[in-house]
């Protein structure tokens, strides 16, 4: 299994302008996560999706993030417009669910500097 | 609201030592207190895991030390070397219904020669 697949890996954009992260989960998994890592936060859960239904939408920062999964093996979330203050390693992790859903896989993540 | 807090955020160990990574929980109601290791570049792989009903879990190196009276748990990495660089986040959870999982700032290690 390839793990959890992120792109881009790296993301350049001038503040205003749409970004959008894409995720291909692990093949089987029944949850995924998008989660957000800075050096002064740490890792905030963004929101978490089960059997493709968002269950947990609280940690979105507002409405200039939108996060969609339209099926099993694909996620993406969209910041737009987005701003300087948005960059940040956004990383999707996807988990079994129903049998071991405490142990969560991660990608690669994306580095998005917003400028 | 930081439902775990983590110390140290940074750890300098020689080669060979004990590496000590502490953690706090508030909810008592977390049942599953995972480690997850981070190196550059990459995202986080859980790395140990324990459950409140045992006090010590080890798998080689690394043992996690857990507390439940005092809501405290720890990572110890023993005999610790250059390849154990890396950050280290200690998390909780609950098992049933929704399993969020809440992270702590995460501990830089590095482990010098």
């Known amino acids: 299994d390839a793990g959890v697949i992120q792109s881009p890996r790296h993301e350049v954009t001038e503040m205003g302008q749409e970004v959008t992260l894409r995720c291909k989960p692990i093949?089987?998994?029944?949850?995924l996560f998008w989660y957000r890592q800075t050096m002064m936060r740490g890792l905030e859960l963004l929101i978490y999706?089960?059997?493709?239904?968002?269950?947990?939408d609280s940690g979105m920062p507002e409405d200039r993030f939108s996060a969609k999964m339209p099926n099993a093996s694909f996620s993406t979330l969209k910041i737009q417009p987005s701003e300087p203050r948005d960059s940040a390693v956004y990383f999707c992790?996807?988990?079994?669910?129903?049998?071991?859903?405490?142990?969560?896989?991660f990608g690669s993540g994306t580095q998005l500097s917003v400028l | 609201q930081q439902q775990v807090k983590q110390s140290p955020q940074s750890l300098i160990v020689q080669k060979g030592g004990i590496s000590i990574i502490n953690c706090a929980y508030e909810?008592?109601?977390?049942?599953?207190f995972p480690w997850y290791q981070q190196f550059p570049g990459k995202g986080p792989a859980l790395l140990i895991a324990?459950?409140?009903?045992?006090s010590e879990k080890k798998e080689g190196r690394f043992t996690i030390s857990f507390n439940k009276s005092a809501k405290q748990f720890s990572l110890h990495i023993m005999d610790s070397q250059p390849g154990d660089s890396a950050t280290y986040f200690c998390?909780?959870?609950?098992?049933?219904?929704?399993?969020?999982?809440?992270f702590g700032i995460g501990t830089k290690l590095q482990v010098i020669p």
């Open positions: 992790a996807s988990s079994p669910g129903d049998r071991e859903t405490e142990k969560l896989f």
């Open positions: 093949s089987g998994h029944n949850s």
């Open positions: 999706f089960n059997n493709n239904v968002p269950i947990d």
């Open positions: 909810n008592t109601a977390f049942d599953y």
């Open positions: 324990i459950r409140p009903d045992v």
């Open positions: 998390a909780a959870s609950i098992i049933r219904g929704y399993q969020k999982v809440t």
